[in-house]
């Protein structure tokens, strides 16, 4: 990688790709795919050593992480589930010849079908499954271990999955506290652990039940909670546990860790969405990506893109519209598919089930189109070298 040069990591529907620019020009190169043209849900990177994982799967490969240690020039996977070719191969020799196969047991069996989110912190790489479960390694993913706390949890039997699954879709870490985690399942709500991992709880508590009276959506708030269909969460910088969430009714903020939620959603335009941004030195500015509702078609309200963007906690919130498509818009945001890097000025991505990227280099005042005709993308994370 060029110095000073951000890379853009996306997963799709086709293998990872990588979007590169150095900051002195303007063009973007893409490159890609990797991974075998495996579905890729999630990738993420170690910015200090530059390694890349990414990880995903299906029904024909099984589950599995890919790992490349030279910026995508080579990759190797670990498999932790069996597919559908393993039962193939089993069967049929000259097949198994072809591809390479060994009986060699995987990890999980058939436990789960595919990886659906990665975080690296404080040493160790974490994995969220579909069906949910949650993977640990300590060895940059060459091994993994099931943190079996969270699949014994009491209510795990009363887990219901969304549209896409059983999904644990969202990792989220203490910076500085190596116990204290954050995970968001699709569609059974926050968990939080404080003793690493050991214990969890369930934390989808509102605070101000009284604003979100009359709903009657089956994921909106009922019963004193936020209901379940977390789409996205992330914490804000600085001492205090603040937390943002995306919601499958609404945005939602925490002071408390997600001890208890505060609805933030009035002054945007609906309370579908899936992605949820915040300023890694600002934890007042956030952006989110509202559509125009599960039912009506998971596109930008009127067919008309903006990035919403509050610089008070959610307060206030304002359309971000320059540069974007205003008309016949009918793309959607998935979940993971937005994000920044840690550049000056900041970047800001967002990727679309259309096959475009765009960018914003002004805290989100203006967006340009970086890269498009790509397939499907699922997720967008950045790696950021000096």
């Known amino acids: 990688m060029s110095a000073g040069a951000t890379t853009v990591l996306l997963g799709t529907t086709k293998g990872a790709f990588f979007l590169e620019r150095v900051h002195a020009e303007a063009t973007w190169t893409v490159a890609g795919p990797f991974c075998d043209g495996w579905t890729i849900n999630h990738m993420t990177s170690d910015p200090k050593t530059g390694r890349i994982w990414a990880a995903g799967g299906g029904a024909w490969e099984g589950a599995g992480v890919w790992r490349s240690d030279d910026h995508g020039a080579h990759w190797q996977v670990a498999r932790l589930t069996d597919g559908q ?14 591809i390479g196969w060994t009986d060699t047991p995987k990890p999980f069996g058939s436990a789960f079908e595919q990886i659906w989110s990665l975080h690296h912190a404080h040493g160790a790489l974490f994995a969220g499954t579909k069906p949910a479960r949650l993977l640990r390694s300590k060895d940059d993913g060459q091994t993994w271990a099931e943190v079996e706390s969270l699949a014994n949890h ?6 219901n999955a969304g549209a896409a699954g059983l999904t644990l879709h969202t990792i989220v870490t203490h910076p500085r506290d190596p116990d204290r985690m954050w995970i968001g399942i699709s569609a059974a709500g926050v968990f939080a652990t404080e003793d690493g991992g050991a214990s969890w709880t369930r934390r989808n508590r509102l605070s101000n039940a009284t604003a979100c009276a009359g709903q009657d959506h089956p994921a909106a708030p009922a019963h004193g909670e936020i209901g379940h269909c977390v789409h996205n969460m992330v ?17 939602w903020r925490s002071d408390s860790g997600g001890r208890s939620w505060d609805d933030i959603t009035l002054g945007l335009p609906s309370t579908f969405g899936f992605p949820i941004l915040v300023h890694p030195q600002d934890p007042n500015c956030i952006w989110t990506i509202p559509l125009n509702g599960d039912s009506a078609g998971r596109y930008p309200p009127n067919a008309a893109a903006a990035v919403w963007r509050s610089i008070d906690c959610g307060a206030n919130w304002e359309a971000c519209r320059n540069g974007l498509p205003q008309e016949a818009c009918f793309f959607t945001v998935l979940r993971q598919a937005m994000a920044h890097d840690e550049a000056n000025p900041l970047g800001i991505y967002f990727g679309t089930n259309s096959g475009s990227v765009f960018a914003s280099f002004d805290m989100g005042c203006t967006w340009s189109e970086i890269a498009r005709h790509l397939p499907t993308i699922l997720s967008v994370e950045t790696l950021s070298r000096a």
């Open 154 to 159: 009491p209510s795990a039997d009363s887990w």
């Open 235 to 251: 914490r804000a910088p600085g001492t205090e546990d603040v937390l943002y969430q995306q919601n499958h009714h609404g945005v």
């Open 85 to 98: 070719r393993d039962t193939w191969a089993a069967n049929d020799p000259d097949f198994a010849e072809m």
